[in-house]
């Protein structure tokens, strides 16, 4: 049986004091303000771990408490986007350290 799928957050639409309050409890939030979000660096850490072995970015911002029901898909997409291009930069820069040595 197909459950129906959970409706994603509007994109742009701040957070109210409630939601804030919520997003500041999760372990993997550090702190947030009505547009932003800052991330814990350990989640930052297992997210690429788990992008890396293939699992869907939602599933693990989902695991984590702030699905995009919470935060939004294209929030989602943006981190995960983000935090992809920041490993593949030390994967580079580690290549190149070693090259020179």
Not at 47 to 76: H, N, Y
């Amino acid at each position: 049986m197909n459950r129906p799928k959970a409706k994603a957050r509007p994109r742009n639409k701040p957070f109210d004091d409630q939601e804030r309050q919520y997003l500041c409890g999760l372990d993997a939030v550090d702190a947030c303000t009505e547009k932003r979000i800052t991330w814990n660096q350990a989640f930052i850490a297992y997210t690429i771990k788990e992008l890396v072995r293939g699992c869907a970015p939602s599933d693990i911002f989902r695991r984590a408490g702030c699905g995009p029901e919470v935060i939004g898909s294209k929030r989602i997409e943006r981190c995960a986007a983000r935090w992809r291009k920041k490993l593949e930069k030390q994967q580079e820069q580690e290549k190149h350290d070693e090259q020179e040595s």
